[in-house]
C-alpha cells in the first residue's frame, strides 16, 4: 500500500497505471473505517486492476454546528485496514491543498438535493459533490463505489456523473449491519451504551415497516405508525421520516421500489437508514 497526500504524486502514479491500461477502482471515504468502508473496498479490489481509496474529512459537507472537529480520525488504524484489503494506493490530502486558499468553483445541483438530508443540512451536498467531483478528476477512477447507507448521496453522484459527462461507472453497494440491524456508521462511535442500544430504533422501524400490510396503507398512515415507534424511545428525536420515490418526491401510496428514509437523532447524534420497499431484510 502507497500512501500519498499531494495530488501532483496521484496523477503520477494513476498516469503510470493507466498507460499499463489497469483498471481504477475508487472509494472516497471520510475515514474512521469499518465493515461499511471495507465492504465497498473489498469490491473495488475484486472488480479492477488497481484500488484507490482517499480518506479525506471534507469541510465542506459540515454545517457550522455538525461534527467537524470531532469527526474520528485514526489514520494509523485506517492504513492498516486498508493495506489488509490489498489496497493499491491511500490518498490523504490535506484540507489546504485539496480546497486551496480560494476556491470559487463548486457544484451546486438542484433538484436531488432539495429533499431529505439536503434540506436538514444545507450545503451538504454542494460540499459532497464538489469535493467528489475534484478526486474524480485527480484519481481519474474507471469504477467508483458508494454505500446504499447514504442512499440520498448516492443518487446526486449518479445524476452528478450523468450530468457532468464524468467517464467512471458508479457501483451502489449494499448497506452493511451490525448482527442487530443498525446501519454500521463512523459516528456509531460517539454512542454511549445505552445510546447504542436505543440506536437499533432506526433498523426495528424498517422491520416495522417491511412487515406492515404497505400496500394496504397510505404512506402518511404507515409513517405515523413509525413515528410513534420512534418516539417511545426516550433518547430518539426525529430529524425526518418519510416515503419517498426514487426522485425523491414523497409518496402517497407506497408501491415496490419506493423508498422509507430516515435520519434520527440518538442522543446528539443524528443517524441515517433507509430501506426500499419490496427488498428482503438480511436481518
Ligand atoms: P463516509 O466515510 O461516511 O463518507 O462513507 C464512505 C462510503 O462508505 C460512502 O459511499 C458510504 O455510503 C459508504 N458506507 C458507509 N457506511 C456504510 C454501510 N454501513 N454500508 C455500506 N456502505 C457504507
Redesign the pocket.
Known sequence: LKVIDHIEQVREWVRAHKTLNHRIGF??????L?E??L??VRRSTAENDVAVVSIFVNPLQFGVNEDLQKYPRPLEKDIRMLSQCGVDLCFHPQASELLGEDLQTFVDMQGLPEHLCGLKRPGHFRGVCTIVAKLFNIVSPDRA??????LQ??FIIQKMVRDLNFSVEIVP?????EADGL????RILYLSPDERKDATILSKVIKQAAEAPWAELTASELIAQLRKSVTAVASARIDYIQIVDESLEDVKLVKNGDILALAVYIGSTRLIDNYVFGQKLNF
Open positions: 472509494v472516497p471515504t471520510m475515514g474512521a469499518h461499511g468502508h465492504s465497498l463505489y458508494f454505500g446504499r447507507k447514504d448521496q448516492l453497494c449494499p448497506i452493511v449491519r446501519a454500521v456508521s463512523s
